[in-house]
């Protein structure tokens, strides 16, 4: 097959649709029964060709690098991406001498990347002519991970592995360089079929990725769509930290916070409010019911003290954030309330964090 290479505006893609599991719901008294759920929601091959064949087909270049569609985060979401080559501006190779490979999850407004037991995120923002500025390099993990072996292993690092985990720290900073001194943009290549590559370009070095389709794991609960959440708004009734302690700022009496979903002009966003500023960014949602968010622009508007303490919580708490869904059915016993099926949205963050939600009515 051709060899295809494909531009993709990352902040675009981070903002459109997500690929979700597709079915709707109904109720029978206070039974909840899914209707064609398709648990699987694998990527589609073809649809990805498709997709490709159809952009090439455009012959003017600029037209065909925004006008016509795009690849979605949520699609690139669904793959691992394992680093196969790294090459400086003169075509060099660089030599990480890594053990284990070094891997890349692409999510709204950030990318994640795993080597051994470090993890690191690079926050971005600031498109303009198809790239992308970073703004910040996380460390994700704690520093003792440079020093101490992995599980798998009783023996500790020796000079080397710790040379090669402080080395890999040094490339990434260096590639990702802080507040708009560097940039960054994406390709996407298709070799054959159901065989991608996705290449990122920062500081005249080109790193290529090979991608892998995610293990979707089994979920509990009722099945979860886009859909589903955009159709409702959602009170927080719960939020509870690590220690399984209330998280003070959330739990403020008389000071509810909502959040709600929805996609407008090609764009899904998530939004959360303590009736103040709000806060929010792009998200998608997987087919096995994660939830990732990412950031956006906040207003500075005045609002108490406790309303903003309660926004710069749940800011702190959703914005880049990763989370695993799971939804249950209630009956109502209230007969003054409007007749809408009785929902509980848990949300378990990777932060430790649990936080439930229940449904309104959305007007």
């Known amino acids: 097959m051709t060899s295809y290479r494909l531009t993709i505006p990352f902040l675009i893609m981070s903002l459109l649709p997500s690929v979700v599991l597709l079915g709707c719901q109904t109720t029978e008294g206070n039974q909840i029964k899914p209707l064609t759920v398709e648990s699987s929601a694998l990527v589609n091959d073809k649809e990805m060709e498709a997709l490709i064949e159809r952009i090439y087909s455009e012959p003017n270049e600029h037209i065909r690098s925004w006008k016509l569609p795009e690849l979605p985060v949520s699609t690139l979401n669904r793959y691992d991406w394992q680093l196969i080559e790294w ?14 490979p070094v891997l890349m999850d692409v999510r709204p407004s950030n990318l994640i990347f795993d080597y051994d037991c470090q993890r690191y995120r690079v926050d971005h923002s600031d498109y303009n002519d198809y790239k992308y500025s970073p703004y910040l390099v996380s460390t994700l993990t704690p520093p003792s991970c440079l020093t101490t072996p992995v599980p798998s292993s009783s023996h500790s690092l020796s000079s080397e592995q710790k040379q090669q985990r402080y080395k890999i720290v040094e490339n990434l900073t260096a590639l990702f360089p802080r507040y708009g001194r560097g940039s960054f943009s994406f390709q ?10 996705l290449v990122l370009k920062a500081q005249d070095d080109t790193l290529t990725f090979k991608g892998s389709v995610k293990t979707i ?5 009722l099945p979860i769509t886009k859909e589903f959440l955009e159709s409702h708004k959602w009170r927080l009734v719960s939020a509870i930290n690590s220690n399984q302690q209330p998280i003070t700022e959330l739990n ?3 000071i509810p916070i909502y959040s709600g979903f929805y996609t407008s002009n090609e764009r899904s966003n998530a939004g959360f409010s303590a009736n103040c500023n709000g806060v929010g960014g792009p998200y998608i949602l997987t087919p096995d019911h ?3 968010i990412g950031s956006g622009a906040q207003s500075m508007m005045g609002c108490g003290p406790k309303r903003e303490a309660a926004e710069d ?6 914005q880049l954030s990763r989370g695993q869904l799971s939804l249950k059915q209630y009956p109502d016993s209230d007969e003054s309330v409007a007749k809408i099926p009785y929902y509980l949205l848990t949300q378990k963050l990777d932060s430790g964090d649990t936080l439930i939600w229940k449904n309104e009515k959305k007007e």
């Open 313 to 318: 919580k749940i800011r702190e708490v959703e």
């Open 87 to 100: 090459l400086d501006k003169t075509g060099r190779i660089i030599n990480l001498d890594a053990e284990r």
């Open 217 to 221: 794991k089994p979920t509990s609960g």
């Open 252 to 254: 403020y009496r008389g």
């Open 188 to 197: 996407l290549i298709s070799q054959k079929p159901s065989t991608y590559q």
């Open 290 to 292: 994660i939830l990732l």
